[in-house]
């Protein structure tokens, strides 16, 4: 990858590192419920600048999404109820925009031949080698059909590349939004549409990564 285009700025998944408050979007705040006596721009204005000193950058287009969402929605819920059901919403609609497979299919891709298959893509998702997408309380795990190479019965080595140094085991729901994240370093394209041009490199999930924890 040329040089001028490594030193750009990257959106990815938040990492846990020390120091301040952490901003996880979707899973805390909410505009209305928070300040009762306050208008809805006022909070929003002052939410932002909150987001903007304390929140991860790769994760500011998200918030920004969900600032929005609010903006144009009836009332809000309360409680943790409503929040929850809320980030639940989000996940759903984040889990619309891709091809999913359920356990036993991706078990059947993987090992077609193998009785214990659903133990294989179990391993592979807690060594976050595969990107597993929880919902509900069981959860009941969604695997994003990308990460397959159907042909080899494997994970793509770049997809678990990158899903592992992403911490796709730790924050899978932040991962997924890496993948979906335009880059600068990738002239504006998202790892997955890089991914599915033959294009993504470790090298550039490298640069990526480590111009996000530069600060950059």
Do not use: C
């Amino acid at each position: 990858m040329a040089e001028n285009r490594i030193r750009r700025k990257v959106i990815k998944p938040h990492t846990s590192q020390g120091g301040g408050p952490r901003v996880v979007a979707g899973r805390s705040h909410r505009l209305s419920a928070a300040h009762p006596g306050r208008r809805r721009g006022e909070v929003a204005s002052g939410f932002v600048e909150y987001v903007t000193r304390n929140a991860p950058r790769q994760e500011w287009a998200l918030i920004a999404k969900l600032l929005l969402d609010e903006a144009f929605t009836g009332p809000v819920e309360t409680g943790a109820g409503g929040a929850a059901e809320a980030v639940a919403r989000r996940r759903r609609s984040l889990l619309g925009k891709v091809d999913t497979l359920k356990a036993g299919e991706a078990g059947r891709v993987l090992a077609p031949r193998a009785g214990e298959s659903r133990t294989l893509v179990k391993k592979l998702r807690d060594e976050g080698v595969l990107l597993g997408l929880p919902l509900g309380r069981r959860p009941d795990y969604h695997y994003p059909a990308f990460q397959f190479d159907t042909v080899h019965h494997r994970v793509w080595p770049i997809v678990a590349y990158a899903n592992s140094r992403l911490g796709a085991a730790e924050d899978p729901w932040g991962v997924m939004s890496w993948w979906r994240t335009p880059s600068d370093i990738l002239d504006d394209q998202t790892p997955l549409q890089e991914l599915e041009d033959g294009d993504l490199t470790e090298v550039a999930v490298d640069n990526m990564i480590s111009a996000a924890e530069r600060g950059m």
